[in-house]
Nanobody
Framework: QVQLVESGGGLVQAGDSLRLSCAASERAFRTSTMGWFRQAPGKEREFVAGVSRTNGRSYYADSVKGRFTISRDNALNTVYLQMNSLKPEDTAVYYC??????????????????WGRGTQVTVSS
């Protein structure tokens, strides 16, 4: 059973930056595709960013492209989400997810095997 623990959320102002971290409990992380999703109140969970297991290729939702960067440190079993130029509409609970089978970035939440409990990001205007 893989455990994922997110950290780094908080309350910031529009235009500020935050870096989220997600630590995985097992070395399976190194051969897994990782993703970040978010869910705002009353909305469905949506894909934010992902990084593949094979070549580290990343993929982003249009709403965050150019502002967010996903990266991974396989030595630390950790994936990061650097969020710059934050907007009030980025306010949500952010979740990281892991899939051990896929070789490409997955954008559907139903395709991921394991999930963290989430970290709250609130951006005030």
């Amino acid at each position: 059973q893989v455990q994922l623990v997110e950290s780094g959320g908080g309350l910031v102002q529009a235009g500020d930056s935050l870096r989220l971290s997600c630590a995985a409990s097992e070395r399976a992380f190194r051969t897994s595709t990782m993703g970040w999703f978010r869910q705002a109140p009353g909305k469905e969970r949506e894909f934010v960013a992902g990084v593949s297991r094979t070549n580290g290729r990343s993929y982003y939702a249009d709403s965050v492209k150019g502002r967010f960067t996903i990266s991974r440190d396989n030595a630390l079993n950790t994936v990061y989400l650097q969020m710059n130029s934050l907007k009030p509409e980025d306010t949500a609970v952010y979740y990281c997810a892991l899939d051990r089978l896929s070789t490409v970035v997955l954008t559907s939440s139903s395709e991921y095997e394991y999930w963290g409990r989430g970290t709250q990001v609130t951006v005030s205007s």
